[in-house]
């Protein structure tokens, strides 16, 4: 585990570092393939 971004550390601190960003959360696997298309254009200058 990280070192603690609030202090106190304590229980409601906790639960606020956990509703933000859950300690165990991973990111999603992608799947094995998928289409992508991007439309648009960028202007000159």
């Not at 639960?15 to 300690?23: F, L, N, S």
């Amino acid at each position: 585990m990280s070192t603690p971004s609030i202090l106190p550390f304590d229980a409601p601190n906790r639960q606020q570092i956990a509703q933000g960003h859950p300690p165990d959360w991973r990111p999603p696997r992608p799947k094995d393939g998928y289409d992508l298309v991007v439309l648009g254009a960028a202007r000159p200058g």
